[in-house]
């Protein structure tokens, strides 16, 4: 590309006043030995003048709101979303710790065990049906703490989105 082909992309820009300082010195230096540059700088000077004095499109304050209103709902979406893992994961930790908690009453109540200090598991006589038994009661018991903390969860989701429906 010469560079008179060069200069001559940058006349519309250089009549803006768009370009950069070491471009403008190129233009204007091209300018003076080339009349082909001049005269078409020439003829987009009042262009770009005209150009200038439309009035700058400024954004409308209706699509402000909308896109604000926009970037807020989305914000809230998010927000919503971490608060919703947030709950799931404070209501399986606390299924979690009801059931490690409540088993030893569990364990009292079914009169499987004298004593809280003593678990039957460390007893001697303990024999292998019972430490089966204890098992078996001990998953059920987990599984029942697992489901009270899913229904819990689906109920607390549910509530959330007829909130959501009403608002
Ligand atoms: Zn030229």
Avoid at 2 to 7: A, G, L, T
Avoid at 86 to 115: D, E, H, K, Y
């Amino acid at each position: 590309m010469s560079e008179h082909d060069k200069i001559r992309e940058l006349l519309a820009l250089a009549a803006a006043d768009a370009l950069t300082s070491a471009e403008e010195k190129q233009v204007a230096e091209h300018v003076r030995s080339c009349i082909a540059c001049a005269n078409e700088l020439g003829a987009w000077r009042p262009i770009a003048s005209e150009l200038r004095r439309l009035p700058t499109p400024q954004p409308s304050s209706w699509l402000v709101q909308a896109t604000l209103a926009r970037a807020e709902a989305k914000l809230t979406e998010q927000a919503e979303h971490d608060w919703n893992r947030r709950v799931m994961i404070v209501v399986v930790a606390f299924a979690w710790l009801l059931t490690i908690a409540s088993w030893p009453v569990f364990q009292v109540v079914s009169g499987r065990c004298g004593s809280l200090l003593e678990p039957q598991f460390s007893h001697t006589q303990f024999s292998h049906t019972q430490f089966g038994q204890t098992w078996i009661s001990f998953a059920a018991f987990t599984a029942l703490g697992w489901l009270a903390g899913g229904v819990a969860a689906v109920m607390l989701a549910v509530r959330q989105r007829g909130e959501r429906g009403l608002a």
